[in-house]
């Protein structure tokens, strides 16, 4: 492969900001430091297309050297070859949460409790899509780590930091610059290795907040398993059950993602039910994780399962049981893999990945543009920033030669706080009580968008 005529120059492609854009000249002629969050600014709303370099070969590397000793065990303090990364920090990977935010706001717009729960449930499911085919590793996020993302045109900003390294745990937290919604959790990700495959379970609870609507909704992940990890080719499976609850209303809905079961018969599928707080069901959910989500009335789909799918049958309860708000899905011409129940809403579908994306490590469009840095925005960034680490940073240009410099710096700055007998202080978050759910939970203590950064750690 060629790589110049693979990989090219990022596009800027839209250039709708351009009359925005002459208020912010306007403004760098008063203020010299405001070409820097022109910069900035630019950079949130034009994104590139591709990564610098294509993806490394893990061809001649042997992963069953390292994990044949590993059976069983829990694999977040075993150190892995960086060839079996992808160029991103977790920090960044748990930020692909964001990538359709646009159904957030779309159930904020809702005015009915079931018609926000529907949606709030395909949110859910959508920010597991991205790990569809993602068979590299993320980077191990140092302590004190952070990574923030500002979407002025999605109109939110996210900031994340390490606050732990073991157990490694990562707090996020995300706000419409509107204040219309508030997401915020942590996560606390368990690996172990089962002789061919890794299990990875997700350890964490994701609250979504609608302030409008002055409801609170909460969710943990199913687990997930990387298959053939030691031959044959990698693929990816979540089972088990996400459990969704409004705190306001009652309202739950419960997913269950099924294993693939034999000949693959139920791979990638969910399938639940969204119930008022008397526990009768109000919707069915049904799908693919990797695909899209419907929705439909728990009677259609009673007669759905009773008679194999009869289509008249279907349509006279279809016309009697009707998606209020919304006309059913007339199928695009995609090529999908789902069933569609006749009197389906569709919820959401999955973005299609760029053509080049299994050069760049399976990744999203979104994911390309999460370590992008221009030169000026060094100087906006909080020093611990993702970007600017230097061994992700190596990676992405295509070089894995000094991988570990990054990390022998951390355990030396350990092990100096274990002699000066140090703790460790978090910046932007701390332990608490989560509100809602009366568990422990780490929150996010605001401030970090006041660029005052004179306090952060040097782990770089």
């Known amino acids: 492969m060629n ?20 208020l912010t000249d306007t403004l760098s002629e008063v203020l010299p430091d405001f070409r820097v969050f022109k910069s900035y600014w630019v950079q949130m709303c034009i994104t590139r297309k591709v990564l610098p370099a294509a993806m ?9 050297s390292i994990l044949k000793k590993c059976i069983g065990m829990e694999l977040s303090k075993i150190v892995m070859p960086v060839v079996f990364n992808e160029p991103l920090s977790l920090l960044q990977r748990i930020s692909e949460y964001m990538e359709c935010t646009h159904l957030i706001y779309k159930a904020c717009g809702l005015s009915d409790s079931v018609d926000r729960m529907q949606v709030v449930a395909a949110f859910a499911v959508s920010t597991v899509a991205s790990q569809w085919e993602r068979t590299g590793k993320p980077f191990n996020p140092l302590l004190g780590e952070t990574y923030e993302l500002i979407r002025e045109e999605e109109g939110y900003r996210w900031i994340t930091e390490q606050v732990s390294h073991h157990p490694p745990v990562s707090a996020f937290h995300a706000e419409s610059l509107k204040q219309e919604f508030e997401l915020h959790g942590s996560m606390c990700p368990k690996l172990k290795f089962w002789g061919k495959s890794v299990e990875v379970q997700p350890r964490g609870t994701m609250t979504l907040e609608l302030l409008k609507h002055k409801e609170v909704y909460t969710w943990t992940y199913p687990k997930s398993c990387v298959h053939n990890v030691i031959l044959g080719k990698l693929w990816i499976e979540q089972y088990g059950t996400m459990e969704i609850v409004n705190h306001s209303t009652g309202h739950k809905c419960i997913l269950n993602f099924k294993p693939c079961g034999m000949f693959g018969k139920e791979l990638h599928n969910v399938e639940g039910h969204i119930q008022d707080k008397s526990k009768k069901n109000q919707q069915v959910i049904y799908g693919k994780w990797t695909e899209c989500m419907y929705s439909v009335d728990p009677k259609v789909y009673e007669v759905y399962k009773k008679t194999g799918g009869d289509s008249e049958k279907l349509r006279q309860v279809s016309d009697e049981h009707s998606y209020e708000g919304q006309e059913a899905d007339d199928m695009p011409e995609v090529k999908e893999s789902v069933t569609v129940i006749p009197g389906s809403a569709l919820l959401w579908r999955i973005t299609p990945r760029p053509a080049h994306s299994a050069q760049m490590y399976n990744f999203t469009s979104f994911a390309i543009t999460l370590n992008e840095l221009e030169p000026d925005m060094e100087r906006i960034l909080a020093p611990t920033d993702c970007r600017l680490r230097p061994d992700i940073r190596a990676m992405e240009n295509g070089d894995i030669g000094n991988s570990t410099v990054v990390e022998e710096k951390q ?40 660029r005052n950064y004179t306090d952060c750690p040097d782990i770089y």
Not at 3 to 22: I, K, P, R, V
Not at 56 to 64: A, H, L, M, P
């Open 3 to 22: 790589n110049e005529e693979e990989f090219y120059d990022a596009e800027t492609g839209d250039t709708s900001w351009q009359g925005s854009h002459l």
């Open 56 to 64: 490394i070969s893990r061809s001649s590397f042997s992963i069953w």
């Open 411 to 450: 355990r030396a700055a350990r092990r100096q706080r274990s002699q000066n007998q140090e703790e460790w202080s978090t910046r932007w978050f701390q332990l608490g009580i989560n509100p809602h759910t009366g568990a422990e939970d780490w929150l996010y203590t605001g401030g970090y968008f006041d």
